[in-house]
């Protein structure tokens, strides 16, 4: 049906319910004369009279009850559901998936979704953690988490958390046998553990950094893993030196289950930040997740 056809449904029902021209007009934003010449055209078109006019009083005919009978609750249920939607934006509902590494899941996506849950009973999360990149909008994701420098252009980035750093770790049982490396380079002679991800191809080269100099590093040692948990356990069992973010081991280096090595070479760089499509239509669940993960340090 035309647009205009529809205006004029719209125009007969609240002059049939307001029995009143100049009622209906203010209702919705019209002048009266030109509410008379709508409902006179409608009226025109269907080749019946839909509504009585005195100098006193407006009220449907026959035809007119009819009609409004039939197309009512129609507009009524569409006014409805429009209602409805305000109780969503009020009470956020719906489901949210994201892609996350672990390391970014334990320290800034949990915290932050364990209140949002506990807030909005109609909200629920999905987090998958995997060790690789994954393509969002081909997964059906809504966002995903990754360092601010390796996150696609056509995205929209959000700060989600603060410079990071990383740290060189081993467990003193390991240095008690092992001069700890004064620089990147004498690492060759530690057993390193390596980390492999999907995304890189390959091993992880160690990146290092001190005063302008940048140095990356291909370490060698007994142990793979693609799991920086695994990683990390392994350091405190005293397998070799490993390579992580110092978020992810301060706790273990201030307790002294974790030396350091190496932390001048270690400069900041950006830290996480949640992206996602921009051509995204943010849902208020969604809405709500950005500003609670947003960071403001």
Sequence with gaps: MPRRNINDLLAFRAVARERSFTRAAAR???????????????????????????T?????????????????????????????LSEFRDKPAGTIRITTGVDAARTILWPAVARLLSEYPDVHVELSV???????????????????????????????????????VASPSYFAVNKPPKTPHELAGHNCINLRFPTLGGLYAWEFEKAGRAVNVRVEGQLIVNDIELALQAALDGSGIAYLPEDYVRSRIDDGRLTRVLADWSPPFPGYHLYYPSR??????????????????
């Design 280 to 297: 995204r239509h943010q849902s208020p669940a969604f809405a709500l997740l950005v500003e609670a993960l947003r960071y403001r340090g």
């Design 130 to 168: 995997n060790a690789g990149f994954v393509d969002i909008v081909a997964e059906r994701f809504d966002a995903g988490v990754r360092l601010g420098e390796t996150v696609a252009q056509d995205m929209v980035a959000v700060r989600i958390g603060p410079d990071m750093r990383m740290a060189a």
């Design 56 to 84: 006193r009083s407006v009220a449907p005919t026959e035809a007119g009850e009819r009609f409004l009978a039939a197309i009512g609750p129609h507009f009524d249920g569409i006014e409805a559901e429009i209602a409805a």
């Design 28 to 54: 919705i934003g019209v002048s009266p004369s030109a509410l008379s010449h709508t409902i006179r055209g409608l009226e025109e078109r269907l080749g019946v009279r839909l509504l009585t006019r005195t």
